[in-house]
């Protein structure tokens, strides 16, 4: 056993210098030998220590992801594309005090967040919507650009983005030709999120780290700490990192990396500048999708032009027909473009988009393709006529403000888009049922309502092209499963106008879908994230007969949404509010009170009932005076929590 742990030592020791530091001090060779007598011990004493490389080897393909609810939710960035945007982010953060800013590359891979516990590394997670991602842990051991054993003795999350270098994709290409990968962004999503951790191995990504999430002991809260905390447990980071003095030496180093990522091994698409003062930090606090204190900012994308060969018309899940325009093809940003969307017919015309127009192209932030708009005009061009009719079914169409939409709520696309939705990741989430999936079980089953689909049977799925007696067991218990999805699931998959996921959330604290349905106008509009046209939306949609029959035949064959379990505690029946400056990150104070029974919102309401208030608490706590609700401190607020 001695003997192992020195080996794994050593070994760990020469892996570091060679994947981290990229200094290597001994051959292959020597590792190799090394190596091979710790394999060689393992399989004698059956043992493998928790820090043996060996672990890292890709193992069997696993059957499908797990979730995990991260520790602290990983939250994502804003974003600015112009000079004026990325100005008023330094004006919000020089008011509150801001004098020191970090700026270093903004990577384009996949973000991953890695747990250790007692020193030993225990699970890797994508970051999935910030609160849960999927285990990747099988994947990621393949991975040698982070350590299996750190000194930190607590539980701690670390955040990276897996990349595979511009350099490892050339090379991948020219030895698999059979399998072209278009570029590094999804060659290293798809490497990460590949059932076989082989495959993993193969497509040779690494993991840059940027970021701590989370400590339970003594945490880092500046940028410049988390960083040489990562570089001193042998975490691999990027060499580009600077500390700034002002908004201009944050100006001149994001010019420093727009330059320097032409040259540079790594897909990179932005900079990132965060504030570096702790107390700064913790004043502007965080919305619900991002730091106040730290800004993305983009580089303006690679353009190309091109000719229009085609526009079609996509009919939606509400009937809107958007246009989408064919062209030949571009590279752009190491992909090829063949179609881009335009907004709307008036979008369309503005830009002066005919059949065989010249265009300026642009991946929008190297992701959406957008045409800019027709570049001079030309001989032979068609203008594209504004469809009367629905070019799916033929039923009228009518103009709602600047958009068109089918008349035909039975229209087959439609249908097929709404049953897509339904089935989605963070709906219903019923793997297999892809949208080309379900046309065909529109076409050939008559699929035709969410109902439907818990209707089928081994029998009638076996008659299909394609569906062998694995498939349909697997598709089966996937619509089983989804029997008891999350209320909020089931609130956004039902198709309800104006509710994404969000909303979906505020709606769910009700219990129940009947609950739900039994809301007044004026308490919709009491939440945070409804509107006046949500809230008549929502009525309408349960006021409708065919909607009422809908949910009733979902109810009867078995489909009973789950409300997420409250929690009790000392907080339990309230919606709390924070305000002004706290001890503990903001995200923190949250998730304690609401372990606590407690309910969080963003504003002050009349729905809130306590208001905790920091230090510099501002126009929230002016509110909460006039509308007479408790305020704690900081202090009281521990108190109660027993902390």
């Known amino acids: 056993m001695e003997r192992m742990k020195e080996l794994c030592k050593i070994l760990n020791k020469w892996a570091y210098e060679y994947y981290v530091l990229d200094a290597p001090t001994v051959s292959d060779r020597e590792y190799d030998k090394l190596y091979d007598e710790l394999r060689e011990l393992e399989r004698e004493s059956g043992v493998v220590l928790k820090e043996s490389p060996t672990r890292r080897v890709g193992g069997e393909p696993v059957k499908g992801f797990q979730k995990h609810t991260h520790i602290s939710r990983l ?3 804003d ?12 004006t919000r953060t020089e008011k509150q005090g801001a004098k020191i800013y970090t700026v270093e590359y903004k990577y384009d891979g996949l973000t991953i ?3 250790y516990d007692k020193g030993a590394f225990v699970r890797a997670t994508t970051r999935g919507d910030g609160r849960v991602g999927e285990d990747v842990t099988a994947q990621a051991l393949t991975v040698k650009s982070f350590p299996l054993e750190i000194s930190y003795q607590g539980t701690l999350e670390v955040r990276g983005e897996a990349v595979i270098r511009l350099s ?4 991948y290409n020219r030895e698999h030709p059979e399998e072209q990968l278009k ?3 999804n060659a290293a999503a798809g490497a990460i999120r590949n059932l076989d951790p082989k495959v993993t191995a193969l497509r040779k990504p690494e993991i840059l780290f940027y970021d701590v999430n989370y400590m339970s002991e003594e945490p880092v809260m500046t940028q410049t700490g988390a960083m040489e905390f990562l570089k001193k447990e042998g975490f691999k980071t990027f060499p580009y990192f600077k500390v700034c003095q002002s908004r201009e030496e944050v100006q001149a180093a994001v010019d420093e990396i727009e330059i320097g990522r032409k040259s540079l ?6 900079a990132v500048v965060k504030v570096d003062d702790e107390r700064v930090r913790r004043t502007m606090g965080y919305t619900d999708k991002f730091p106040r204190w730290a800004i993305a900012f983009k580089f303006e994308a690679e353009e190309a032009e091109t000719t229009v060969k085609d526009v079609v018309w996509q009919i939606g899940r509400t009937g809107k027909l958007t246009p989408l325009a064919h062209v030949e093809p571009v590279e752009l940003a190491g992909a090829t473009v063949q179609k881009a969307t335009l907004n709307n017919f008036g979008d369309l015309t503005k830009k002066g988009i005919k059949l065989g127009a010249r265009v300026l192209i642009r991946r929008s932030n190297e992701v959406i393709p957008e045409i800019l708009g027709a570049i001079g005009g030309g001989e032979g061009e068609v203008p594209v006529l504004r469809p009367v009719t629905c070019p799916a079914c033929g039923s009228p169409v009518k103009e709602v403000g600047a958009n068109l939409f089918c008349t035909n709520d039975a229209c087959p696309p439609r249908v097929v888009q709404r049953l897509t939705h339904y089935c989605s990741k963070n709906a219903a989430d019923i793997g297999g049922l892809s949208e080309n999936t379900l046309t065909l079980l529109y076409e050939k089953l008559n699929v035709r309502r969410f109902s439907d689909l818990y209707l089928l049977t081994e029998e009638a799925l076996s008659g299909l092209e394609g569906f062998k007696d694995k498939k349909i067991n697997n598709l089966l218990g996937e619509i089983e499963k989804s029997k008891q999805m999350p209320l909020d699931n089931f609130l956004y998959a039902i198709g309800i ?3 994404g996921r969000v909303a979906a959330r505020d709606l769910a604290r009700f219990g129940s879908v009947e609950a739900v349905a039994k809301l007044s106008f004026e308490e919709l509009c009491a939440l945070e994230n409804v509107g006046e046209v949500t809230a008549n939306a929502i009525l309408r949609f349960f006021s409708d007969p065919q909607n009422q029959e809908e949910l009733e035949r979902l109810f009867a064959l078995g489909v009973s949404p789950k409300a997420k379990e409250k929690k009790t505690g000392s907080f339990s029946g309230e919606t709390v509010v924070l305000t002004g400056s706290l001890s503990i990150p903001r995200g923190d104070a949250q998730k304690l009170i609401e372990e606590a029974g407690g309910v969080c919102g963003s ?3 009349g729905k809130t009932t306590l208001v905790v208030a920091g230090e510099s608490a501002g126009s929230k706590l002016k509110k909460a005076q006039e509308l007479g609700i408790p305020i704690l401190s900081e202090e009281e607020l521990f108190q109660r929590l027993g902390k």
């Open 603 to 605: 504003s002050v309401t």
């Open 168 to 171: 490892v994709l050339d090379k």
């Open 79 to 90: 974003k600015a594309v112009t000079d004026d945007e990325l100005s008023a982010f330094f």
């Open 183 to 185: 570029n590094a962004r």
């Open 113 to 115: 967040c890695l747990t």
């Open 497 to 499: 106008d104006g509710i």
């Open 75 to 77: 939250y994502s960035l």
């Open 265 to 270: 091994d790594v897909l990179t698409d932005g």
